[in-house]
């Protein structure tokens, strides 16, 4: 079965080719053959929605026909298009759903639509090797902690806990834009904070841990009104919002009693983000998994990868349109790990 993958929930359009068979997913059995992507770059004007969707249509059909070469394979091999359904932003949604139906149209294969965040989750457990552990989903809109549970009928994702207000990486990047870092994101602060590490003075802010949930925008106003330095604030809003998101995790991690702690999204790459959850790890004797930074942030193979999963598992599915708020614990899936 050969699988076409399209992303395009935020700032990435994504097109992937997946080549799988059997009826579980794992790296023997399931192959990326194609992984192209084009992300909208980040300015101080931050993401304009009509912009975005601009973008990912104008990139569609160039990465499509690389993804194609590269997979050395003709439109007509196809055998189901798989594209990511929500949550995400409207316009930019909708780019990628028009893209994949004409395509299902055309080839008479079926239209898969994949949940974004499920497939952060299923590309960490496809990559890593993981089996059944807490997902910590940390991203620019998503910050969750997540584990599969029995529900009604097959297996559903249970947010232990999450955000209750913007994802990590939007404060980050938003602590980019205000501090006028270079480039001013998320990685311009992950850049300041490095350099500016060991210098010992760590401004305090405000600390917004509600048992197993997090909020994040007190730290970004109390940034905003403060007088101290840009690097000093850089590095405190980084060690800060890391540390909140290490303590949810490890109450949940109690909790559930899972053995592996798995981390997924864009801010899963980040190597002090994964250097203070060894720590609590190895205290909790349990392992850490971060996803490879090839597939941490946005791109089409994770979506071509739970597409493969949603259909050998025979899980079942309703709705085809976007829907850009839908929850990762809505849907029900026939895969118990
Ligand atoms: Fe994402």
Redesign the pocket.
């Known amino acids: 079965m050969k699988i076409l993958g399209i992303e395009s ?2 700032h990435t359009i994504g097109v992937a080719v997946v080549e799988h068979e059997g009826k579980r997913i794992s790296r023997d059995n399931t192959r990326v053959l194609a992984n192209e992507l084009a992300k909208y770059p980040s300015s101080q004007a931050g993401f304009i929605p009509r912009k975005l969707a601009d973008h990912h249509a104008s990139h569609y059909h160039e990465l499509l026909k690389k993804a194609l070469a590269a997979a050395k394979i003709k439109p007509q091999d196809l055998d189901a298009i798989a594209y990511a359904q929500g949550p995400g932003l409207g316009h930019s949604l909708r780019v990628g759903f028009v893209a994949a139906n004409a395509a299902s149209k055309m080839l008479g294969v079926p239209l898969v639509p994949v949940n ?1 965040t499920v497939a ?1 989750v299923e590309v960490g457990k496809w990559a890593t090797g993981a089996i059944d552990p807490l997902t910590v989903y940390v ?1 620019g ?2 910050t969750q902690i997540l584990a599969l549970e029995k529900g009604d009928e097959g297996f559903r994702y249970r947010v232990y806990g999450e955000t209750l207000d913007i994802g990590i990486g939007n404060f980050l990047d938003n602590v980019g834009r205000h501090l006028k870092l270079e480039p001013p994101d998320a990685v311009g602060v992950v850049k300041t904070a490095r350099a500016y590490a060991g210098k010992d003075n760590l401004e305090e802010l405000p600390y917004t841990v509600k048992g197993v949930d997090l909020a994040f925008s007190g730290l970004l106003t109390a940034i905003e009104r403060s007088s101290a330095g840009r690097d000093a604030l850089a590095y405190a809003a980084e060690e800060t919002s890391y540390a909140m998101l290490v303590e949810a995790t490890e109450r949940c991690l109690c909790h559930t009693n899972k053995r592996q702690v798995m981390l997924v ?2 801010v899963a790459q980040n190597p002090r983000l994964q250097e203070m959850f060894t720590l609590m790890c190895i205290e909790r004797n349990a392992a850490l998994h971060p996803v490879p930074r090839e597939y941490a942030g ?1 791109n089409g193979a994770m979506i071509a990868i739970t597409g493969a999963k949603i259909m050998a598992s025979g899980t079942k599915w309703t709705r085809v349109t976007p829907d850009q708020s839908i929850r990762i614990d809505s849907q029900e899936f026939n895969w118990s790990d």
């Open positions: 929930t935020a974004h952060h991203s809109g998503n999204g864009g946005d």
